[in-house]
């Protein structure tokens, strides 16, 4: 590995506790520039979790995250990594429009009162365009499809102008179109540089997405190029696996 | 006519409703413009709490002798300091630790007035006395209040996403916890500026109904904003005016007032109203 070839996202011996519960033993995972990553689990598998350690949310019980050479938190002071949300936690009655939404990708390079430069706008209409959402700028957030709600916060993170994108679930709940937008988005944005991790629970389609696949069980069960991860074995290790717990609960 | 021009011109003569008007005009406005945080977050509970908790303050300035508001901002600000405190430390949850030291800071404030000399001034801290206000006490409020109204000018922004996404406020390096502590400041100069005007008691009226009214009629923070602080002063100025002319408590006035005002929103409101929502409901039936 060369100089210029550093990961990154670079996590090693990853391990959070909430209490009695292990929620991640021992992590390790790599990603390079241009690199789209797929974090596949079930649910309470810890991806969540892996992402709040990434964004400094939970304190590691060990290990260690770092990004772009040096530790997240300063990577995320800077801007550099943005967070789209799953959409069951956002509040959708509150009162603001898709423009003010992905406006808030902007705040962290505004002045002292956030008030929007030149740049910050043409920004966040570039952003608009490029998830197909310019038409809905003025519409109150609540007042959108899910496909359209999943596209704001992607709209977000792409006004942030991030290195590293975590997305959460960003298919959960979308309609063909969206799905579709979405995934050429996703590819565009590798394309770019740009290094990103989605975390899904759902296997169809992320195999074609995706250059590489984690899957994750509190440790990493597997993880590589995808067709090498998402084989039948593999595959029913880890949900046969789950599905002998699911029977004892 | 010229009865409606009388009612609103005659009290003005007399100094002391000038000064309740500026004092409710003030206290109606500051309250109007953090009631829309304080809703949209789901801080009722601790708007309320802050407010019975500046009660010994306000009595310990009292017989110190030292402005009203230096005693109930130290205690304000304490109290939400001691509900962190309680909640992180111990397995108590946050509805009990707000219900804890709110309570037992106001029932200590009783404690203290009934050893206080002139203990006429009870029903005065407890439900306001707005017709009382002197010129120091409106330069006081009109000081706070234009703290308030500064600091909320250059900083909406921020309590805004605070309010709306605490997760990305850390993720683009904006610090929530330093919001927050900012919000809760300003929640305490809030009630200690309404608290003037309507008293410990209500204080917390002014703090919800205005944000809740506003909510129900848009969908843009701006506009509940403008809607919050229109309601909200109007109400003020119409409960004053109503105590003096009728000879009612002038805090409880004004809140009854507000109160109406939600109520009427609630009902009436185009999208978010009770009819509002029937008729959408209706004409969607009808078109399909």
């Given amino acids: 590995m060369t100089a210029g070839d550093q990961p990154v996202l670079r996590i090693r011996d990853l391990s959070v506790r909430y209490?009695?519960?292990?929620?991640?033993?021992?992590?390790d995972l790599d990603l390079s520039a241009g690199t789209l990553g797929a974090l596949l689990g079930v649910n309470g598998s810890g991806k969540s979790t892996l992402f709040n350690a990434v964004m400094g949310l939970v304190r590691p019980q060990q290990g260690e995250v770092?990004?772009?050479?040096?530790?997240s938190d300063r990577a995320r002071r800077a801007?550099?990594?943005?967070?789209?949300?799953?959409?069951?936690?956002?509040?959708?009655?509150f009162p603001v429009l898709v423009r003010d939404v992905v406006t808030m990708g902007r705040y962290g390079r505004m002045g002292f009162r956030r008030r929007a430069s030149r740049a910050d706008r043409a920004a966040v209409d570039e952003a608009l365009e490029r998830v197909d959402l310019?038409?809905?700028?003025?519409?109150?957030?609540g007042a959108l499809s899910g496909g359209q709600r999943q596209r704001v916060f992607l709209a977000r993170a792409l006004a942030q102008q991030a290195s590293l994108l975590l997305l959460d679930e960003p298919f959960a709940g979308v309609d063909a179109r969206s799905q579709a937008t979405i995934s050429s988005l996703l590819r565009e944005l590798r394309t770019e540089g740009a290094t990103l991790l989605v975390a899904t629970h759902d296997l169809a389609g992320v195999g074609r997405l995706c250059d590489r696949a984690v899957l994750l069980q509190q440790r990493v069960l597997a993880a590589g190029p995808p067709e090498e991860v998402l084989t039948p074995e593999v595959l029913s290790r880890v949900f046969g696996f789950v599905t002998d717990e699911t029977r004892s609960a | 006519m010229s009865a409606v021009v009388d009612w609103i011109v005659a009290p003005l003569q007399f100094e002391f409703m000038v000064r309740a008007l500026l004092a409710a005009v003030v206290a109606g406005l500051v309250g109007a413009v953090l009631s829309c945080w304080l809703t949209l977050i789901g801080w009722s509970l601790l708007g309320d709490a802050v407010s019975h908790a500046v009660l010994p303050g306000v009595v310990l300035s009292y017989i110190v002798g030292i402005p009203f508001g230096v005693g109930a901002f130290v205690f304000g600000a304490g109290a939400v300091g001691a509900i962190g405190v309680v909640r992180r430390t111990s397995r108590v949850k946050e509805d009990a630790a707000i219900g804890v030291v709110f309570t037992g800071l106001f029932a200590l404030g009783i404690v203290l007035v009934s050893r206080t000399p002139s203990d006429t001034d009870l029903f005065h801290i407890l439900f306001g006395n707005l017709l009382g206000v002197s010129t120091a006490d409106l330069v006081q409020i009109g000081a706070l209040g234009a703290v308030v109204l500064l600091v909320v000018g250059l900083k909406h922004r921020d309590l805004t996403l605070f309010a709306f996404?605490?997760?990305?406020?850390?993720?683009?390096?904006?610090?929530?916890?330093?919001?927050e502590v900012l919000l809760l400041g300003l929640l305490a100069l809030s009630v200690v500026t309404a608290l003037q005007a309507v008293g410990v008691v209500?204080?917390?009226?002014?703090?919800?109904?205005?944000?809740?009214?506003?909510?129900?009629?848009?969908?843009?923070?701006?506009?509940?904003?403008?809607?919050?602080?229109?309601?909200?002063?109007?109400?003020?100025?119409?409960?004053?005016?109503?105590?003096?002319?009728?000879?009612?408590?002038?805090?409880?006035?004004?809140?009854?007032?507000?109160?109406?005002?939600?109520?009427?929103?609630y009902l009436l409101a185009p999208r978010h109203g009770l009819l509002g929502r029937r008729l959408t409901r209706r004409r969607a039936r009808q078109a399909a």
Avoid: K, N
């Fill in chain 1, 66 to 71: 770092r990004v772009l050479d040096g530790p």
């Fill in chain 1, 79 to 93: 801007g550099r990594i943005a967070y789209m949300p799953q959409v069951s936690a956002v509040d959708w009655t």
């Fill in chain 1, 19 to 27: 209490g009695e519960v292990l929620a991640l033993d021992g992590v």
């Fill in chain 2, 165 to 179: 996404d605490r997760v990305h406020s850390h993720a683009v390096g904006i610090s929530p916890r330093r919001t």
């Fill in chain 2, 202 to 265: 209500l204080v917390v009226a002014m703090l919800i109904i205005p944000g809740a009214t506003a909510y129900l009629l848009t969908d843009r923070m701006e506009r509940m904003l403008l809607y919050a602080s229109g309601t909200s002063v109007l109400t003020s100025v119409l409960g004053t005016y109503l105590s003096f002319h009728v000879d009612l408590a002038t805090g409880g006035t004004i809140v009854v007032c507000q109160a109406l005002a939600f109520v009427a929103v």
């Fill in chain 1, 134 to 141: 310019a038409d809905l700028a003025d519409r109150q957030i």
